[in-house]
């Protein structure tokens, strides 16, 4: 089985509402075993917001990302923008050959290198229940290219 990462902003109560829904998702899924969500991972040997805790925090995801056969991720944000540090994710994820497949709730334009990097897409949260992470189909972006 493979190893998910969950790359996704969670800085709103709309944003955490929407990675808990797709956290949800990974884990009513037969095909997935585990999967890292790096909200679910705050917690540190530091206190939260300090340099220590930031350096902890950046390589235990990396170290995560490192471990990772795939990338779930949410693309909304705030308008036609991106999460830096999911964006970031992303890029590491690209340079490793990763699958990544995306989630997109809501109509907003995405960024080419986003969208040339996907492996799958969905509009539906639900769908990544049932995706079948054995067989990893692909599907491509669905929407206005930036």
């Not at 998702?25 to 790096?38: E, K």
């Not at 990544?100 to 907003?108: F, G, T, V």
């Amino acid at each position: 089985m493979a190893q998910i990462y969950v790359a996704s902003p969670f800085f709103s109560p709309e944003q955490v509402d929407r990675v808990t829904r797709l956290e949800q998702a990974l884990a009513a899924n037969p095909t997935v075993t585990d999967f890292y969500s790096p909200r679910l991972h705050q917690d540190a040997q530091a206190e939260q917001f300090t340099k220590a805790w930031a350096t902890e925090i950046f390589h235990r995801d990396m170290d995560q990302i490192a471990a990772a056969d795939v990338i779930v991720t949410v693309l909304d944000f705030e308008a036609k923008n991106l999460d830096s540090g999911t964006a970031y994710e992303l890029g590491v994820a690209t340079m490793r050959n990763l699958p990544i497949l995306a989630l997109q709730e809501k109509d907003e334009a995405v960024n080419l290198m986003i969208t040339e990097s996907l492996h799958w897409y969905t509009k539906q949260v639900q769908d990544l229940a049932t995706y079948d992470f054995t067989k990893m189909p692909k599907g491509e972006f669905v929407g206005e290219i930036l």
